[in-house]
């Protein structure tokens, strides 16, 4: 490249090299994980920009989080200076609304519009699903609620569903009924959900090619990482964008005059302006949203839709040492249907994975704790770690000894703090002043504090709305008329008096530029005017005391946006907090340990990572076994998690899992039995948890001893790093291999299954000792004994498998 290149390309293998310098329409790299496609695609763009053969406003860059795109924006501004700051490189769902905040009054929505998210779809949703009577067909918020996401991603509407469903079915007919009157609600509020911004983007550019043209001609150079998670609304955004400027269709901006852009700073004349150059960067091993539509094929069929484009393979992993790389390629090899990569390193082979099953998830959990903790003492920053899980719920067993142990952690995605109550009724009050046509905002501060508005006055406020021709909101300023009594047309009044106050300070008359503190003042005039704050601190309830401390923290919140966007507006602070999406988190302290599902974790790395709940029906889970291709996508996965790793993998499990209030056994991942024995090892194997129980492990002894059979985890028995316990052949061969691991399916094994237990008995168990069973809970496989012991104080134990004998 050029000289003022040198540092751009340097160490850069020759593959890499070439997508960073390929120049032509289009360019698919595909490539393993940790192969360096981001990095690449960053280069790319800095590239560009360093031989100023693109301005940033010409760069568009989509990322998989708003956090991803932060960095590759810091990453870029390292590169080449801060001129770099207004490029566009942001998620999807960002860069529409972007896009919308500009053009969504060309289709009869104001700027202004409210994003749902998805509890606030799933709200308006259940509502729907009411007020249709639709549970009698079968109906239920949550599977319409996913239902309409999917054929929205889709790029399908009520409309033309209904003309291919079939209608005859009543229950078909009920969802068209609902899917569209959902839009009508949406559309009447203002409001786009999420499926919307980008769905909605693409109708827009098809409506309106005039519109469409403008970003065309704009954004010269388009790049997406993570491409194969791209479902078809968002590749056909990227496909609107990229077609050459069309010049016809009905000219929106005619009428009004309005420029939405600085003219373009090339010199392209509009002969020139075929479509802009695309890069996408994917792997299709790395594919896991199917379930959100998803769809490989946008990576498969690129040479199809994009003829003559450049495919760069990568074959290098530079992130992680060779001995993950080796359980990475076993694990993904599995999976048929797929093009072979083989990814090498040359970091080393590295430390050997480290394997640990505990008794239960709070052994598992202790384990990780000790080993972030001695990682931590070997010098390894609390921040280069991370701990992975398949589901939410899975991280409380692990944050519960995280607290005691004193390990500092952060959970990321979730959007934990947005999800709470007191934080959504502050958001609402909001947007009730924003967007005074969000009907749902406004009907959920009515009552918030108590005023005394039922649903009697909710409902006499919207049949005077309706009878008048008047938005819900706008009824609020005249509650002598809604035939409500005094105490409760006060309580009204406060309100309307408050949204009132708050518009003044959040929404100045046009032309007077609101300070930049507005949003926290409004904030803080709205919670306590409007009594909320004051009905919290009265409470006795200890839950609102911790509600007002999170309220304070959202008011610290609206401060930082205030410094950081001096220009900023209400609405342009809704907007960011409605996208603060699953990997970003509010403040990015460096001093603690990540924990995310596997799904968030997504094109991240740390030294240290920690899969946790590697068993049957958690990773691959149990609702991926119904659905076509679902063990295929639990695998990738799996992958995932495990090529986040740089130097050190570990891998657990536990035999038993508290969920939802049950106990029940669990079974080590068949992805744990594709990885070669070799590369780990086993701190503790299920081996060992069995010896506890002593039954067990004398049935894995005698397996090792006598041959295991049938295949399956009974050739797991070196894998798992078994140790004889006892002298082999004083033991006894069980029956089948699968008999290893207590099985949910079949009951097998260390089966205390018929062992009477009943309050007042005496028990042994080989870690806790002798105790006293106070209860007995639970049916069957499920029975459970709480049992007193005298050194280790009040215990649950699952009967069937724990490792207990009667006195
Ligand atoms: P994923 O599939 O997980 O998203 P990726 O292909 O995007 O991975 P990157 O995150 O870009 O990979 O790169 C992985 C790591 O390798 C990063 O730490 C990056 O800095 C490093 N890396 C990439 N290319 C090189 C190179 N040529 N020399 C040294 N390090 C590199
Ligand atoms: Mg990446």
């Not at 594709?674 to 894995?700: C, F, H, K, T, Y």
């Not at 005698?702 to 052949?729: C, E, I, T, Y």
Request: hydrophobic letters at 40%; charged letters at 25%.
């Amino acid at each position: 490249g050029a000289p003022d290149q040198d540092d751009l390309l340097a160490g850069l293998n020759p593959q890499q090299l070439e997508a960073v310098t390929y120049r032509g329409p289009a360019l698919l790299i595909v490539a393993g994980a940790g192969s360096g496609k981001t990095s690449v695609l960053t280069r790319r763009i800095a590239s560009l920009l360093r031989g100023r053969e693109a301005w940033p406003s010409q760069i568009l860059a989509i990322t998989f989080t708003n956090k991803a795109a932060g960095e590759m924006r810091e990453r870029v501004v390292d590169l080449v200076g801060d001129a770099a700051r207004g490029m566009w490189i942001s998620t999807f769902h960002s860069a529409c609304v972007r896009i919308l905040r500009r053009e969504a009054d060309h289709f009869g929505f104001t700027k202004s519009f409210t994003i749902y998210d998805s509890g606030d779809s799933r709200a308006l949703i259940k509502r729907l699903v009411k007020e249709h009577e639709a549970d009698a067909y079968g109906l239920t918020p949550a599977a319409t609620q996913s239902r309409i996401s999917k054929l929205k991603n889709e790029l399908s509407d009520a409309e033309s569903f209904a003309r291919q469903a079939n209608m005859s079915d009543p229950a078909e007919r009920k969802f068209v009924e609902i899917f569209s009157d959902y839009q009508r609600q949406l559309r009447k509020a203002n409001a786009f959900d999420f499926d919307d911004l980008i769905g909605q983007t693409v109708f827009l550019f098809r409506a309106f090619p005039k519109v469409a043209d403008t970003y065309r001609r704009r954004f010269r150079h388009i790049l997406v990482d993570e491409y194969q998670d791209t479902n078809h609304a968002q590749y056909s955004l990227i496909h609107e964008l990229t077609r050459p400027v069309s010049g016809d269709g009905p000219d929106p901006y005619a009428s009004n005059g309005m420029m939405i852009f600085e003219p373009s700073h090339s010199d392209a004349t509009a002969s020139e302006l075929e479509g802009a150059s695309l890069t996408v960067v994917g792997d299709s091993d790395q594919s896991i949203y199917a379930f959100r539509g998803a769809d490989i094929r946008n990576i498969s069929e690129f040479e199809r839709d994009f003829p003559g484009a450049r495919v760069v393979l990568l074959e290098q992993n530079y992130r992680s040492t060779q001995n993950i790389l080796s359980a990475a390629n076993a694990v993904i090899g599995n999976n048929f249907d797929r093009k072979d990569k083989k990814l090498w390193s040359d970091r080393g082979a590295g430390d050997k994975i480290v394997g640990f099953t505990g008794y239960s998830q709070h052994d598992e959990a202790q384990f990780v704790a000790d080993e972030v903790e001695a990682l931590r003492r070997s010098g390894m920053p609390y921040s280069e770690m991370a701990v992975f899980y398949r589901t939410n719920s899975q991280s409380r067993a692990l944050e519960e000894i995280f607290i005691r142990s004193a390990v500092p952690y952060k959970i990321m995605g979730g959007t934990k703090f947005y999800e709470r109550a007191e934080i959504k009724d502050a958001m609402a009050y909001l947007i009730a002043v924003a967007n005074p046509a969000d009907e749902m905002s406004v009907r959920r501060i009515l009552n918030k504090p108590r005023r005394g508005i039922g649903d009697v006055t909710e409902t006499a406020i919207a049949r005077f709305a309706e009878d008048h021709g008047i938005s819900f909101r706008e009824a609020l300023s005249v509650p002598g008329q809604l035939g409500v009594g005094p105490k409760i047309q006060a309580g009204i009044g406060q309100l309307d008096a408050v949204l009132k106050e708050a518009t003044e300070i959040l929404l100045p008359a046009s032309g007077e530029v609101p300070p930049s503190t507005s949003v926290a003042d409004g904030l803080s005039l709205l919670l306590a005017k409007s009594g909320y704050l004051d009905a919290l601190r009265a409470s006795r309830d200890p839950q609102d005391e911790a509600r007002v401390e999170n309220l304070d923290e959202l008011v610290a919140v609206t401060r930082d946006f205030a410094r950081n966007n001096p220009d900023g507006t209400i609405v342009d602070f809704l907007t960011e907090v409605a996208l603060v999406a699953d990997a970003d988190d509010l403040d990015d302290e460096s001093g603690s340990v990540s924990m995310m599902t596997m799904h968030t974790a997504k094109g991240l790395e740390y030294d240290a990572v920690f899969v946790t709940g590697v068993e049957e029906d958690l990773i691959p889970h149990r609702i991926s076994a119904g659905e076509p291709g679902g063990p295929q996508e639990e695998r990738r996965l799996f992958y995932v998690g495990i090529t986040r790793a740089r130097k050190r993998l570990h891998l657990s499990l536990a035999m038993t899992r508290a969920q939802f209030g049950e106990v029940s056994v669990a079974m080590p991942s068949r992805f744990l039995q594709e990885i070669p024995g070799d590369l780990v090892d086993w701190r503790q194997s299920p081996g060992d948890v069995n010896s506890r129980g002593g039954m067990q492990s004398r049935a894995l002894n005698a397996r090792r001893g006598g041959g295991s059979g049938s295949g399956g985890f009974g050739s797991g028995g070196d894998r798992f790093g078994v140790k004889p316990l006892a002298p082999r052949d004083t033991l006894k061969p069980l029956s089948t291999s699968m008999d290893k691991f207590p099985n949910k399916v079949t009951g097998k094994v260390r089966d205390n299954g018929d062992l009477e237990l009943n309050a007042g008995d005496r028990i042994r168990h080989s870690d806790f000792g002798e105790g006293r069973v106070d209860a007995v809970t639970g049916e069957g496989a499920k029975r459970i004994a709480h049992v007193r012991f005298e050194a280790a104080g009040l215990k649950k134990l699952l009967i069937k498998i724990a490792p207990i004998e009667k006195l």
